[in-house]
């Protein structure tokens, strides 16, 4: 898939804000995901990602900006849009007194008619076609959120939302959903938006993000290009610990957290990371381990604490 | 000393004349009963026609069995009802034994002589107030009934009659009624008497058809004489 | 077509719909049974008034005054019963989560919620349906058929109404009976539509229904007043298909008046849940 297919735009909002009384949850949002994306909405508690979230599922009315999915504006085209969409809002609920079978018939066939080999197929793909015809309500947290996975991709969307999708899954589950994003994005040629709390998660599968906080958009792109802006820090094993922080203390692009037992620990700006290895290197100081901190979580904590200049 | 004398011999003078009207009223119902003294019992088809404001019901049929002295049954498919007094023929009815009877007047009646008895019975259990009846002397046939009871009913029947089997019995008799009804008006009114006392007039035409005048019914035909319902029997 | 399947198929799939059906049976069968031991004297009672002045014949306790005589007190069990299932049509799906999946679905949200309401009314139908069917066969089995004696009590007079008249008026009448429960279907569905638990709905009914009754009967010229406005007024007009003559105007003008409150109430509905915020 060539760079023309991956910038078209599936979905936008431009202007999307939405208040409740006199509380702003989500202003004046402008957000741009494109085909195959695997993009990542972050924000921490309360700031807005479940109702900006809800807004494109049309689960809450806009108060103002519109929303196109596909090019299209979704409250115009509202069923043909929603039919190659498809969600996940918190966590999946089911009919608890239907089997599993009857749940996704009657879910998915809102969509289009499923034929009951590409039920008995989608839950296959989650592991729980020997339970498809239990009730729900005999199923665990995470078998249910498994076959919220199911309904998702029963009916073949080309953007599938997912708020919070690893929520409540043991380090396996959460394993298995990663891989699944992962697949759907590379495979099927899927569009996945999802929001969570677990930054290490979406570090691991996302290609774009946004960052919100307080209902405002605080930065939005790909997430490589968005971290290599940040400054890194890196934990290195010396010797001799001495003549490394001689050597290294004064240079302005580099900052000493911490110095001991042969481990020091810097903070070093961005572009600079193969500079300082081979100062190290060509000084004669022995490096036995250099390996870096900078991750998404630091990112994202440091710029909604509004620490960061973008 | 006259005059007190006077009035001490008048009732006196009048009383022979009272026995013999008494005993004159009487004779009018001894004729009766001698007349039907030999109708031992009868069958005949009836057919009620109701014409009573708020009565919204069709004509009505049934088969009446009847025998001496007050033994009656009622045959029908569907449900029936029958008015109590002067529903049906019983010539034991009026038994002067069981009446206080004064001797009205003596009229003409449908061009024929006539007389008219009041009727009080003398077992106060029963609700009648005084029974009028208007009988052709002539023909020995009661004609008009006019029954007032306690409670402010009033019912008049006019009776027609044909001969079967050498007895005069009736082929029609058409009650008018004038009744009392106390209408519940329902919490509406609480502050006012519970009940409205409402007079419900209306006209009731029995008709009577062939007649089997002595068949020899037999008692076991009436063992269940009344309905359930009917616990005033008259 | 497939909304509605599906939201038959859910509705009728919970064991709680058939609460109604086995409270309706239980109650009806021991009713007749009752009346069956005390059959003399509840028709003596019931046509006191009228022995004064009649010798009366005839089956009158038979299977169709019974279902009468338990039709009579249809607004006052039905409603709850209806609630109990109306009232949790669309706030079930937001105690349960399930609005979450359902409403981000193509189809409309009017189209959902029609679909919805639509299973509400099948369901009250099936209900009356049920009761009629309770009362009329097992009554026949007990009492008999037989002309049908209908006394008013505390007013004079009958209506008569001939054995071979009765199945096709009774046909209207529960038909008739089926359109005012709709009323009250459509009340405990509009609330459905307006809170997210299903509690609020079904007592919400019950008090509009009571208080309804009440006031139009309480003893005073300006709640007399009212009584024609309330729905609850005309909710017995079924009774009317038992009178002769029929009174087809009275019936039409019941008829309408229920039918628009049914209309309005699900027209207030689909709108207000059309623009509702899903918080849940």
Redesign the interface.
């Known amino acids: 898939m060539g760079e023309p297919f991956r910038k078209e735009v599936v979905l936008k909002t431009s202007g999307l804000s939405k208040r409740f009384g006199t509380r702003w949850a989500a202003r004046d949002l402008n957000l741009e995901v494109h085909r195959g994306d695997v993009f990542g909405f972050l924000g921490p508690n309360g700031a807005g990602k479940s109702t900006t979230i809800r807004m494109i599922l049309t689960l809450l009315r806009p108060t103002a900006g519109s929303i196109e999915i596909f090019g299209k504006d979704l409250h115009k085209n509202r069923r043909s849009v929603l039919s190659r969409v498809c969600g996940i809002v918190e966590k999946p609920d089911f009919y608890l007194y239907l089997s599993a079978h009857k749940n996704l018939q009657i879910l998915g066939s809102m969509t289009r008619r499923v034929p009951r080999d590409e039920i008995m197929e989608a839950l296959d793909v989650v592991g729980l076609k020997s339970r498809a015809f239990e009730k729900v309500k005999t199923f665990s947290h995470g078998m249910k959120q498994r076959l919220g996975i199911a309904q998702a991709l029963l009916t073949k969307p080309e953007l599938i939302i997912l708020d919070e999708p690893t929520s409540g899954l043991d380090p396996q589950g959460m394993k298995e959903v990663r891989e699944l994003i992962r697949r759907l994005s590379s495979e099927s040629e899927m569009t996945v938006f999802l929001s969570s709390h677990l930054l290490s998660e979406v570090e691991l599968v996302a290609t774009r993000m946004a960052v919100i906080n307080r209902g405002e958009l605080i930065v939005q792109g790909s997430v490589s290009e968005l971290l290599e802006k940040e400054t890194m820090g890196y934990s290195i094993q010396v010797s001799p610990l001495d003549a490394a922080i001689n050597l290294i203390g004064k240079l302005p692009w580099i900052e000493i957290l911490s110095a001991e037992n042969s481990r020091i620990e810097v903070r070093v700006n961005p572009g600079h990371s193969s500079e300082l290895n081979r100062l190290l290197v060509t000084n004669h100081i022995e490096v036995s381990s250099f390996y870096p901190h900078r991750t998404l979580e630091d990112f994202f904590l440091k710029i909604t604490e509004g620490t960061s200049e973008i | 000393m006259r005059k007190l004398l006077l009035l001490v011999l008048i009732p006196f003078l009048l009383l022979p004349g009272r026995i013999q009207a008494q005993g004159d009223a009487t004779s009018y119902l001894d004729s009766l009963e001698r007349k039907y003294s030999g109708l031992k019992d009868y069958t005949v088809d009836v057919l009620v026609h109701f014409d ?7 004509d009505m049929q ?1 088969k009446l069995y009847w025998k001496v002295p007050d033994k009656m049954k ?1 045959e ?1 498919k ?8 002067g ?1 049906f023929f019983n010539p034991s009815l009026f038994k002067k034994e069981d009446f206080e009877i004064k001797l009205l007047e003596h009229l003409t009646y449908e061009n024929r002589k006539a007389v008219k008895l009041k009727l009080t019975p003398k077992k106060t259990k029963r609700m009648t107030q005084d029974v009028v009846l208007t009988i052709d002397t002539d023909r020995n046939l009661i004609k008009e009934m006019n029954i007032s009871s306690f ?1 402010g ?1 009033e019912v008049k029947a006019l009776i027609q009659y044909a001969k079967f089997n050498d007895f005069e019995l009736p082929t029609r008799i058409e009650l008018h ?1 004038d ?1 009392p ?11 006012q008497s519970a009940q409205k006392t ?1 007079r ?1 007039t209306g006209k009731v035409e029995i008709t009577y058809s062939n007649y089997r005048v002595n068949s020899g019914l037999r008692d076991e035909t009436f063992k269940q004489t ?8 008259y | 077509m497939n909304l509605l399947w599906f939201e038959m198929v859910k509705t009728f799939s919970r064991w709680r719909t058939y609460i109604g059906f086995g409270f309706i049976a239980l109650v009806v069968i021991l009713t007749e049974v009752v009346m069956k031991l005390s059959a003399g004297e509840i028709v003596y009672r019931m046509m006191k008034s009228l022995q004064k002045d009649f010798l009366i014949f005839g089956n009158i306790l038979n299977g169709w005054f019974v279902t009468t005589f338990i039709m009579n007190s249809l607004h006052i069990h039905i409603p709850f019963l209806i609630a109990l299932v109306a009232g949790d049509m669309v706030s079930g799906e937001a105690t349960s989560g399930t609005v979450r999946l359902l409403l981000i679905r193509p189809p409309s949200r009017y189209n959902i919620i029609a679909a919805k309401y639509v299973t509400a009314l099948f369901y009250t139908a099936g209900l009356v349906i049920f009761l009629g069917l309770m009362c009329i066969l097992p009554g026949l089995a007990l009492f008999g058929s037989g002309d049908l004696i209908l006394h008013h009590y505390g007013k004079f007079g009958l209506v008569f109404i001939p054995e071979v008249e009765i199945p096709l008026r009774m046909l209207f009448a529960f038909m008739a009976a089926v359109w005012s429960m709709t009323v009250v279907a459509s009340i405990a569905f509009l609330l459905s539509t307006l809170v997210e638990n299903s509690i609020g709905p079904i007592i919400g009914t019950m008090v509009v229904v009571i208080v309804f009754l009440v006031i139009g009967n309480f003893p005073f010229d300006f709640f007399h007043s009212l009584k024609p406005y309330l729905f609850t007024t005309y909710m017995v007009f079924w009774q009317r298909f038992l009178d002769d003559p029929i009174p087809w105007q009275e019936i039409a003008r019941s008829a309408a008046f229920l039918g628009l409150h049914s209309i309005g109430l699900f027209f207030i509905a689909s709108v207000a849940y059309g623009r509702k915020d899903i918080k849940s």
């Open positions: 009573i404001e708020g009565f919204k019901a069709p049934a009622i029908s569907r449900v029936f009802f029958l008015p109590k007094e529903g409670e009913r009624l009744i009804f106390n209408e519940s008006r329902g919490i509406r009114d609480f502050d409402k419900v009344e309905s359930p319902l009917s616990r005033e029997g």
